[in-house]
């Protein structure tokens, strides 16, 4: 139920909105209709009854929203279109252009911006309060059962980078590394090896741990980094405990999710008048 409902179900209703269809199913006083059961399953290419289900679980989150008066101001709906727009590299005049292309008016687009980011607000207040954060242990344990998907999981890794002018005197630090050097500045960084770039991971990874790398000309000065650690000394399950975490949320966001939606559906006021 991660975003709960993707933008593209929305888009896809409002493209068809204009053409007059029969009431199918009533889910807590919200309506489906025929046409959208057909839209969805052709758009998204799944079966008939795949469709209804996907759109009882909109409507049984819309009706959740309602009920929990989340509220969305046009200003956060504006800055969170600038912050999309800028994502993609484009002007307002530009979506709006896009967007009718499509079929869209640009109020029919503000108001699915609000409403995803009413589900998204909601997801975080109601779906995620209830997840405990897991404990060392847990974690560990959880390792362990799925070990191997972590083999390539990114790894901290500690660097000294040291920067100068000229050559002669980077390699005099290199040399001494525990004198200082005039004209040679030092840096230590710690570093995710997914935040590096695959020139540089490639560099640190065929440095062994407490030596420098080959002295690198960057057509501004020459830099080389003494390599402290890759990770790989802590070895198991402290060494990617960050990205261990990071999937063991995932999986319970996933799941309070979907415990959530069955909730709603067990409880809720369905009535389908014609499929």
């Not at 029969?22 to 057909?38: H, Y």
């Not at 759109?55 to 009920?67: C, F, Q």
């Not at 869209?104 to 607000?121: D, H």
Request: no cysteine; charged share 20%.
């Amino acid at each position: 139920m991660k975003k709960i409902v993707p933008l593209l179900l929305t888009l896809l209703l409002s493209s068809n909105a204009q053409i007059i269809d029969a009431l199918a199913i009533d889910v807590e006083g919200e309506p489906i209709t025929t046409l959208e059961i057909q839209a969805v399953a052709q758009k998204l290419q799944m079966s008939k009854q795949a469709a209804v289900e996907t759109l009882i679980k909109d409507r049984l989150e819309k009706a959740a929203i309602k009920k929990a008066n989340i509220q969305v101001s046009n200003a956060q709906v504006e800055a969170k279109i600038q912050a999309i727009a800028s994502a993609k590299g484009l002007t307002q005049a530009k979506m709006q252009s896009l967007l009718a292309q499509q079929g869209l008016t640009w109020e029919s687009y503000l108001a699915q911006v609000k409403t995803e980011m009413k589900k998204e607000i909601f997801f975080q207040q109601v779906i995620l309060s209830t997840i405990q954060r897991p404990s060392d242990s847990e974690l560990e344990e959880y390792y362990k059962a799925h070990q191997s998907d972590f083999a390539n999981a990114p790894k901290q890794m500690s660097l000294v980078l040291y920067k100068s002018q000229t050559a002669a005197a980077l390699q005099q630090a290199i040399l001494n590394p525990i004198k200082p050097t005039m004209g040679v500045q030092k840096e230590n960084i710690l570093a995710s090896s997914n935040e590096l770039s695959p020139q540089l991971l490639n560099l640190i990874n065929a440095t062994p741990a407490k030596s420098f790398t080959k002295p690198i000309n960057t057509g501004k000065g020459f830099i080389a980094y003494f390599v402290k650690s890759k990770g790989s000394s802590q070895g198991g399950f402290l060494s990617v405990k960050n990205a261990v975490t990071n999937r063991w949320l995932q999986e319970q966001r996933v799941k309070a999710g979907q415990d959530f939606l069955n909730k709603l559906k067990a409880n809720a006021k369905i009535r389908v008048i014609r499929l």
